[in-house]
């Protein structure tokens, strides 16, 4: 299936700005510019809060002349600040005040955050409600107890959905032809990940059919272990999301993390759903969705 005929699919796997800038040559109605603007803002992570010019230029591709007329614009519109002593940019305000439009439209977010708080304090790590964004979940709520170690999971932060648990929670709940479509943008944007992880991550989608929940035993992050159950998927959306725990592998006993932890995560998600007014999620297992596909 060409690019293309994915990004007119109902389901589409948001891809970054600087995948689709780069699949929209050719396209009289795509707006370069705006779009170039973009890869600029996505260029900044925790990692690298702060870059110059020709730091922007060179993760981007985009030319330095261009990125520098890029950045001005930016911010002076707000979205970005310029360090003089340093002559490098960091995200602006303006940028964060985007995203509460977003958040504020999850209002199941605060009738969840005092249970989540509750099962983080009890196992002495995170949970975590996370909505599937292309090939990552992105963090929409989280609750931690005070000594979870080198994992803190925060508001906007990005995880891959292949090597997760939440990832594969989220992607349990798909439609079958949206499954296929976000598997094809994993291994276009990483077949490297894809090959190590797809086996891994369908077992994962499997065993949410099979009871609820799935695990994931270092994989993204050695020192935690964690479980996910898909949460709902909202259809009207087209989002989907699931909740996860995070614990850190020291503390815990063989076999806990399915015969205890599992359980409570799913158990949490139900009663999210029942106060909020969701309907269970359908998951069928990923054998049963490729047979379906092929009819």
């Not at 949970?127 to 000594?147: C, F, N, P, Q, W």
């Amino acid at each position: 299936m060409s690019i293309a005929i994915q990004r007119k699919a109902a389901f589409t796997p948001s891809p970054s700005a600087e995948t689709v800038l780069a699949e929209s040559a050719g396209d009289a109605a795509f707006a370069t510019t705006l779009a170039k603007g973009l890869v600029v803002l996505e260029a900044f992570d925790a990692g690298a809060p702060m870059l110059g010019n020709m730091e922007l230029a060179a993760r981007t591709g985009i030319p330095r002349p261009t990125v520098a007329r890029l950045t001005h614009t930016l911010a002076e519109l707000g979205y970005l600040r310029y360090d003089q002593d340093l002559a490098k940019y960091r995200l602006g305000a303006r940028a964060l005040r985007m995203a509460h439009p977003l958040l504020a439209g999850m209002q199941f977010r605060q009738v969840a955050r005092p249970m989540m708080q509750e099962l983080a304090q009890s196992v002495r790590g995170t949970v975590s409600i996370g909505l599937l964004d292309g090939t990552a979940m992105i963090y929409v709520e989280t609750a931690r107890s005070g000594d979870v170690g080198p994992h803190t999971p925060d508001i906007g932060m990005p995880i891959p959905v292949v090597m997760t648990a939440m990832g594969r929670a989220a992607a349990a709940i798909l439609p079958a032809g949206d499954s296929t479509l976000l598997e094809a943008r994993i291994k276009a944007d990483s077949a490297d990940s894809w090959s190590a992880y797809r086996d891994r991550y369908r077992a994962g989608i499997r065993q949410c059919a099979e009871r609820g929940f799935c695990t994931c035993f270092g994989e993204y992050m050695a020192s935690i272990h964690a479980v996910a159950a898909p949460l709902f998927h909202a259809r009207n959306l087209k989002q989907s999301f699931s909740i996860n725990c995070g614990i850190p592998a020291f503390r815990l006993q063989p076999g806990q993390l399915e015969a205890e932890i599992g359980p409570r995560i799913t158990a949490l998600a139900a009663s999210i759903r029942s106060l909020v007014n969701e309907v269970e999620p359908t998951i069928a297992p990923r054998e049963q969705q490729k047979k379906k596909t092929a009819k």
